[in-house]
């Protein structure tokens, strides 16, 4: 398919790095990771995941404050999850 950007609207209380990560199927995972800039708003974020168009994947996983061992709580939003064609150029 060639719908391989990922559009996804966050509501983040924190500026924190969020994780994207393909897994599943027969080929290996990939992670791709976006900084939180702005806080406490809807903000549209888009993963290119283009390199991977041939790979056999089946799940998107999103990590809220990836890589970070966070003991609080912390409430994260998502919206309008979907797989979009990039831009023609």
Known sequence: ANTNQL???????????????????TSPAVEIVRNVTRT??????????????AANHRAVVIFFNFGVNNPEADKYYIDDVEWRRAPYK
């Not at 406490?40 to 168009?53: H, K, L, M, T």
């Open 40 to 53: 406490n708003e809807w903000v549209e974020y888009v993963v290119d995941f283009s390199g991977q168009a």
């Open 7 to 25: 559009h996804v609207k966050i509501w983040s209380p924190k500026a924190v790095p969020i994780g994207f990560k393909l897994e599943g199927g």
